[in-house]
């Protein structure tokens, strides 16, 4: 099966994009600016939490539960990233962040126990920072637990891993540790880019990691890749999705470049330092990347993830976005967010701070919130239709009302944009257009009591470039306003 040359590629994917009328969608706010756009990570976001009691958490957890371990250190400060992290911090820091991982596992040990696990994601960070030795002590803390035996396990990979004199024992480590699928962060195979954006790897180390991880029979691998880059082109982009085909890859994350002002590379966009995608080019980009991996027999699943494989692009995906209600997400160490006993809630995203709480006995929760029946509804919704979709009749089974009578306005504003469709056996999805605006799409469901606790809490970030909650809150709900506001936010 031949892949579509560039022409081809791009042909097709600017005829595409006259499918995805931005002019018209703006003007019903059902387009974010690319700086104000963002995926809602959780809902409510974390500008509508406030304190939570911890025990709260424990109260209801599902049968069946799902495990995040966030470890915060890097080599290097990747300017795109606003993920929880400290750069090459000394040993005994990292030892003290493991010690302390134990000690709050420790907390849930009754409260979780008989409960079946089916995935744990460890993240960060660059949780392959972690040497071979404090990854046999992170494995070890694991497996006095949990049971990962049937276990999805997804641990993620920098590229330069291929480079360290330990590769090989590090990858053996993490196998029999129960890693079952690993992720690597590439990003993109321009080498330019790579260096704008502070990665700290070469393409050359993409190649040879992916290698070494072939030769260790790893064979759930999956690559993310970003589009709208600085610098980055429409060739460069059919370039570096093109020669990650070559390796032989067969699972991706493709993905929008979204902005954050904590970020480097916000400021980047705001001083014109370097050039990035508009609005169109990312649309182009994105159909393009839609027309190569359909051709060569990958499928979506959920959206922005793609698979050759007959099996789901992997089940911590699908039990997000999929599972509903009925599945907890149980977060280990600073700056996870989780979700249990119908509650949503951060830990500490400061590193000292959640060191001083589980040091001192305390629960590290930072903020949460519980859910009401409206905001279960509305948190389902825009995670669904992120997948598979929302079945309508699932939908009333579930809470009792008709998805259609609840949200008329909504689904009729978004029906007449061309963002959703309903199939004739009853499934809610995203159109082309809804994919691509899909953090609108969600933003659109954002009750009103939610978006005005945002909104006031918002109000109160002194400075939004170096603010916590700014930075940990993953929703397009008061974002930057006009080109002007966000160019002196980011400034």
């Given at each position: ?7 081809e590629a ?8 006259y499918?995805?009328?931005?002019d018209?969608?703006r003007?019903?706010?059902?387009h974010?600016?690319t ?13 509508a ?9 424990l109260?209801?957890i599902?049968p069946?539960?799902?495990l ?21 911090p ?10 302390a ?14 409960r ?10 660059t949780?392959?920072?972690?040497t071979n ?5 992170f ?5 006095k ?28 480590t993490?196998l029999?540790?129960?890693?079952t699928?690993?992720?690597?962060g ?6 330019g ?10 393409v050359?180390?993409?190649?040879q ?10 064979e759930?691998?999956?690559?993310d ?11 460069s982009?059919?370039?570096?999705l093109?020669?990650l085909?070559?390796m ?26 370097y050039?990035?995608?508009g609005?169109?080019e ?13 051709s060569?027999?990958?499928?979506h ?19 997000k ?6 599945n ?6 600073m700056g996870?967010?989780g979700?249990?006993?119908e509650?949503q ?16 006995g ?19 919704l ?8 929302v ?15 609840y949200?008329t306005?909504?689904i009729?504003?978004?029906?007449e ?7 004739t056996d009853?499934?809610?999805?995203l ?12 933003l ?10 945002v909104a006031y809490?918002?109000?109160?970030i ?9 930075k940990?809150d ?17 400034q």
């Amino acid at each position: 099966m031949r892949a579509p040359t560039y022409s081809e590629a791009l042909e097709l994917a600017i005829d595409r994009s006259y499918d995805v009328n931005i002019d018209m969608l703006r003007s019903r706010n059902l387009h974010l600016d690319t700086f104000n756009d963002y995926l809602v990570g959780t809902y409510p976001p974390l500008k509508a939490m406030g304190e939570i009691n911890p025990e709260t958490l424990l109260n209801r957890i599902a049968p069946s539960i799902d495990l995040y371990f966030h470890i915060p250190f890097c080599h290097q400060y990747c300017t795109f990233c606003h993920f929880g992290k400290e750069i090459n911090p000394p040993a005994g820091r990292v030892e003290r962040y493991l010690a302390a991982l134990d000690k709050e596992m420790s907390w849930s040990d009754a409260a979780l126990a008989g409960r079946a696990i089916e995935t744990a994601f460890v993240g960060g960070g660059t949780p392959s920072f972690l040497t071979n030795d404090q990854l046999k002590t992170f494995f070890g803390m694991i497996g006095k637990r949990f049971d990962l035996s049937n276990s999805e396990v997804s641990f993620e990979l920098h590229p330069s891993l291929a480079k360290q004199a330990d590769a090989t024992d590090r990858i053996s480590t993490l196998l029999k540790g129960g890693v079952t699928r690993f992720v690597l962060g590439v990003q993109t195979l321009d080498q330019g880019i790579l260096q704008i954006l502070n990665r700290g790897h070469r393409v050359d180390e993409v190649m040879q990691t992916v290698k070494l991880l072939k030769e260790m029979g790893v064979e759930n691998l999956s690559l993310d890749l970003m589009y709208g880059l600085p610098e980055q082109t429409l060739r460069s982009w059919y370039d570096s999705l093109i020669g990650l085909l070559d390796m032989g890859v067969e699972k991706f994350n493709v993905f929008p470049l979204m902005f954050k002002s904590t970020d480097p590379v916000a400021r980047h966009l705001a001083s014109g330092r370097y050039q990035f995608a508009g609005a169109k080019e990312r649309v182009i980009m994105h159909f393009m990347a839609d027309h190569i991996l359909t051709s060569l027999g990958y499928r979506h699943g959920p959206i922005f993830y793609w698979t050759r494989m007959s099996q789901p692009h992997c089940v911590q995906q699908a039990r997000k976005y999929d599972s509903w209600n009925d599945n907890n997400l149980i977060p280990f160490g600073m700056g996870g967010f989780g979700f249990m006993s119908e509650c949503q809630f951060y830990n500490e995203a400061d590193l000292d701070r959640y060191l001083s709480r589980v040091e001192g006995g305390e629960k590290p929760v930072w903020k949460g919130v519980v859910l009401s029946q409206d905001d279960l509804m509305r948190r389902t919704l825009m995670f669904a239709l992120r997948s598979s979709g929302v079945l309508l009749s699932r939908f009333e089974r579930e809470f009792g009302v008709s998805l259609e009578k609840y949200f008329t306005r909504e689904i009729k504003t978004l029906k007449e944009a061309g963002l959703i469709s309903i199939s004739t056996d009853g499934v809610l999805s995203l159109t082309d257009a809804g994919i691509i605006n899909s953090g609108a799409v969600s933003l659109l469901f954002f009750s009103n009591d939610v978006l005005e606790q945002v909104a006031y809490n918002d109000s109160r970030i002194a400075d939004k470039r170096t603010d916590l909650i700014e930075k940990h809150d993953y929703s397009p709900a008061a974002r930057y306003g006009s080109s002007i506001q966000m160019k002196a936010v980011f400034q």
